[in-house]
Every structure is written in C-alpha cells, then in structure tokens.
C-alpha cells in the first residue's frame, strides 16, 4: 500500500458531534444548492428557455465522474485539508459568480463559473463523505443520517430559499410593471463612480448580491471548521510493495466485486429518475404564467416558498428518518419510505391538471419535503452501505457518482420533454419513471 495517511476513527473526544457533522454537510449542501438548483430559478429569471435550463444538468457531471479521482483524495493528504481547501476555492469562484452576473455575457459567463465550482464542490463532497465515515462507527453513521440530512437541506434552504428571495426582493425594488401575464419591466439602477455612470440591470444586481451573500457564507463555515473540525489522530499505511496505482484500481476493483453488484448499480441509477425528471422543471413550471400551463410565481415567491412551511416538514421527515432506520433497521423502512417519497411526483402532476390557488402549491410542497427527507434517510444509509473499510472515501465516491449520473441524464432531456409534452403530461410521466427504481428493492442485498 502507499504510505498516504488515513484518520483513525478516534475524533476530539470534546467536539460535539451534531454540531461538526451538522457544519460539514451545511457545506457540502450549500455549493450544490448554488450549482445545480438555483441556476434552475436563476435562469428562468434571465429569460432562458426550459430547453437550455434542462441541458444544465449537465453540471451534475463531476458529480457523476468524481469516482476516477475519489481514491486521490483517500491516498494524499488527510480529508480535514481536502475540506478546508475546497472550502476556499469555492468562497473565492461565489465572488467570481457575482461578477459574472454583472457582465454583458450573464447566462454564458454564469455557466463557465459554475462548472468550476461543480467541479470543486464534487471533490469537496469525497472528503467530507469519507471522513464521516472514517470517524463514526456504523451505528453513529445510521443515528446520525437524520442530522446530516437535516443539515444539507438546510442549505437548500439558505440557497433556493434565502438567496433566491434576496435576489428576487431586491429585482422587484425596481419593477415597474407587475407581473400579470408573465412579462416584468424593470428600471435600470444608475449611479457614478469618480465621474463614471454606470448602469446596473435589477435582476443581474439582485442575482449578484445573492452570490456576494453566499461568498460571505462560505468564508464563515470555513473558519467555523478550522476551529472546530476535529482533528482525529492520524495513521500511516504501511508499506506493502504497492504503488498508489495500485491502490487506485483496487479501490476499483473491491467495489464492483460486492454482493449483487449489478442490483446495486441498477438501484442507485434508476431509483430517482422520477424524481430526477419532476425535480428540474418543477421551478419552471411554478414560475411560468397560466398562459404557458405554470403558476405564475415570482422569484421573490420561489425564496419564500422554499424557505417557509417546508422546511419544517423537510426537518422533521429527515430526522424522523433517521430515528426509525436506526432504531428498527435499514430493511424495514426501504419499501415505505421509497413508495412516500415518489407518491409526490404524482401530486404535480394534480398540479399542473387542476392549477388551483397558491395555497396548494404550499400544500403540495410541504408534502414533498416531508416524503423527500423520509425516503433520502433510508437511500442515504443504503450508499454508505456499499463502502469497503479500506476505502471508504473512493467507493462513497463511485457510489454517489451513479447517483449524480441518475439525476443528471434524465434533467439533460427534461427541458425538451417538458415542451413537447406540456407541464401536466410531463410530470405523469415523471410519475410513472419512478415504478422500475421502486421494483429495483426488491433484489438488493439489505441488512439491518
């Protein structure tokens, strides 16, 4: 083996771990949430079409691929620096985000910038993933899926909730027309700077100080966890005539020759594809106007809307998950937990048939939350599950990369489908997507 250091299972015995774990996974959420949620919103503020918004999925790339450099991060340095570097270069591309918004080339400039960004926060995500399991046993990684779930949508919140408010409230600071059949006007922010005028478009500015917002953010978790991340003891792998190659392709190799392999694979592939469709153009289509089959609401509206009644359902499905798995086991759990959570899909699909008032849209949401936290407790606990001890960060890796591949190819084609079906036939077929991942359960090897 190569002599790359690991961490001992052995954290600060006076580091609360809620606390840590509830930090690290605020972080991993919180640079996900800006590249692969909100450009949904972001984009269709800007005007662009459901086509171009679904073909961003394929910012999911490095999440799908990071399995190939996953054992680089198990094989140098230790997971504590790879956290706290990653943290850095993400807080200074959020700055370089806010720029981008700014310029005259915003949706193109916007999209380079957050592929980067995707591309540190998949190496970022290896990390964390593998020092959690690195540093808690298998009971503490099931007790705790509650709190690190709860804690990565809580970044969901900050992200589609608290910054897509802020940069919608500060847009409509200018707006002068209200939005009736879809269409906004807004006025342009003028100032002088030394004798220079500049003129600022309201929805680049609120977009902008959004992402300036999110930088500060970052830079807080940062020195947050250089604080107060533990620092668990640190090993040595011996030598045993193995290069870091080697080890490179035996991380590979110890991870396709598990127990029905193939069933896993399949599972982790197809499960969310439902899910994945309903997901991308579920923004576009609450943000539509009636006369495009959406709901007409605003950017401002999408915030609250995120940030408000769901998130206490989406709290209170992600610990109840994690309380229930752990204590009455994985296996009891796996059927109804999926069944609830894909049971919303079907509740856009009444949606976008009846298009009722807004106060169903809340409805409807809190469900979504609710069901979402539930079944991703349980799939949560399924991945950590398919980890060999030896290398924990590398097959967590291979694993979540099929997942992101899941989630990513099905969005690259939902733009096309959702104009060529319409809003109410896309989400039934979104609903039906999710049957084949359900049957899938039923072959997987689970255990409590």
Known sequence: MSDARIESRSPDKERNSALWISVIYFAEGFPYTIVNLMPV??????????????????????????????????????????????????????VLLALGALSSQTIAV?????????????????????????VLDKEQQA????????????????????????????????????????????????????????????????????????????????????????????????????????????????????????????????????????????PPFLMDSGARGGMTLSTAQMGILDGTVGVIFLLAGGILGGFVIAKQGLKNWMWPTAILQNSAIGLYWLL?????????????????QFSYGLGVSAYTVFLMRTVRPEFKASHYAITTAFMAAGIMLPGVVSGYLQVWMGYENYFLMSFLAAIPGLATIYFLPLED
């Open 143 to 282: 007790f705790f899926v509650g709190v690190r779930s709860t804690a990565y949508k809580m970044a969901w919140l900050a992200g589609k909730g608290g910054l897509v408010f802020l940069a919608g409230y500060l847009a409509n600071q200018h707006l002068i027309q209200p939005r009736s059949d879809g269409a906004r006007i807004f006025e342009d922010i003028h100032f002088s700077v030394l004798g220079t005028a500049f003129s600022i478009r309201p929805l680049e500015f609120g977009w902008s100080a959004a992402f300036i917002l999110a930088a500060f953010v970052f830079i807080l978790v940062y020195l947050f966890q250089l604080w107060y991340l533990p620092r668990p003891k640190a090993l040595v792998r011996e030598n045993e005539g193995n290069d870091a190659g080697m080890d490179f392709f035996e991380a590979f190799r110890t991870y396709f020759t598990q127990k029905r392999i193939g069933w896993i694979v399949t599972y982790i592939l197809i499960f969310r594809l439902g899910d994945a469709f309903m997901l991308r153009m579920a």
């Open 352 to 368: 976008a048939k009846f298009r009722p008032g807004i106060e169903w849209v809340y409805v409807v949401n809190s469900f979504e």
């Open 110 to 134: 916007s999209i380079a910038v957050f592929a980067l960004i995707a591309f540190v926060s998949a190496t970022h995500d290896i990390a964390i993933d593998g020092f959690y399991l690195d």
């Open 41 to 94: 919103i972001f984009l269709k503020d800007l005007g662009a079409s459901n086509e171009l918004i679904g073909l961003t999925s394929l910012l999911y790339l490095p999440w799908t691929l990071k399995g190939l450099w996953g054992p680089i991060v198990d094989m140098y340095s230790t997971k504590r620096t790879w956290i706290l570097t990653t943290e850095i270069v993400c807080a200074i591309l959020f």
